[in-house]
């Protein structure tokens, strides 16, 4: 059964990078029509597609936050990353990070708050 768990700081101050990882256990990050996205939801909305990485390693990103975001993988590890540059509250949500063909697997979600 894949697994995935999110990791990394709870709270960024504003103007600064977030940076998470995502441990994939029990499938391979390079698996055959496989893409690992990103993903959050805001205090009270729904959730927002943030980028994702497939197979092949090409990486998609959401138009809106193309600017700011770089996503990665670490094959060695099993893992791949997210980066969001220049935060602000309005990034405060839960990060979660899901792969699969479809989705087919969720990290049970990290808080991160953007406060000073």
Not at 10 to 24: A, D, E, F, H, M
Request: with cysteine; hydrophobic share 30%.
């Amino acid at each position: 059964q894949v697994q995935l768990q999110e990791s990394g700081p709870g709270l960024v101050k504003p103007s600064q990078t977030l940076s998470l990882t995502c441990s994939v256990s029990g499938g391979s990050v390079t698996a055959t029509n496989y893409a690992w996205d990103w993903i959050r939801q805001p205090p009270g909305k729904g959730l927002e597609w943030m980028g994702a990485i497939n197979t092949r390693g090409r990486i998609f990103y959401s138009s809106s936050l193309k600017s700011r975001i770089t996503i990665a993988r670490d094959t060695s590890k099993n893992q791949f990353t997210l980066q969001l540059s220049s935060v602000t509250p309005d990034d405060t949500a839960v990060y979660y990070c899901a792969g699969g063909e479809t989705y087919d697997y969720w990290g049970q979600g990290t808080q991160v708050t953007v406060s000073s």
